[in-house]
């Protein structure tokens, strides 16, 4: 059977031999579904940029509007990491993206700060949740409503190596006054520069995306400034 390209980009992630054509007949064969649209509506400038090199023309962005909290908990009030998204199937980006995070920066994020906690937020399936559980870890499952638990944390990560649309976790992290630490890839599709809501780290150096996420949880003054370049900048969007 035909595999989705999600899979043959963690097989390249996780260095097994690329599949060739396999993966140019599946990008072909959802190319050519797009080519019969009248209208192609993208979510972010950056999925318009890549369709266009494809050979579509004119590709509409339709962009998320969401507001900005208006009292967010500052710094202090706060405690933890939160990660927000989907764990329901294996192969699927948040789930390529814990199993690097938890594989090779944790270790280093819990030298940092050996009290780290991590509350993961989203549907995951029974084995998934079972291979993520750990000492500081909590695995919530999905919440009808996450605002409070958003509300406790004090940074969310999102270490997505390969993602494509618009990374609405991140936009609801940041409307909700929450600073994230993200990957160039999620920076990329929200187009906006680091220190606005989030910083950004590459995930190819797993030290350094740890400490990252130790600084921006342990300095009060790089946390406040980051969290309201992000409010700011959400407001500016929904205007």
Known sequence: PDRGEGEFVVDA????????PSLARATALELRTIAAADRVVCVSPA??????????????????????????????????????GSLAREGEPNIDSLDWFFGQAW?????????????????????IAERLTRPGVTVLGRLDEIGPALDAARVALAP????????HKVLETVARGLPSVVTPVLAGQMGWPDGTG??????????????TLAHLHADAAAWTQVQRAGLAQVGRDED
């Open 160 to 167: 997505t190596r390969f993602a494509a649309g618009l990374p």
């Open 13 to 20: 992630l996780k260095g097994r031999p690329s599949p060739g």
């Open 47 to 84: 999925d318009a940029r890549l369709l266009r090199r494809a050979g579509v023309a004119d590709p509409v962005v339709l962009g998320h509007v969401q507001a900005p909290h208006p009292n967010p908990p500052g710094f202090a009030a706060r405690r933890g990491f939160v990660f927000i």
């Open 107 to 127: 270790d280093f994020l819990r030298a940092l700060l050996p009290d780290a906690h991590v509350t993961i937020i989203g549907a995951v399936a029974p084995s």
């Open 198 to 211: 989030y910083r950004v780290h590459d995930w190819h150096d797993p030290r350094g995306f740890a400490e």
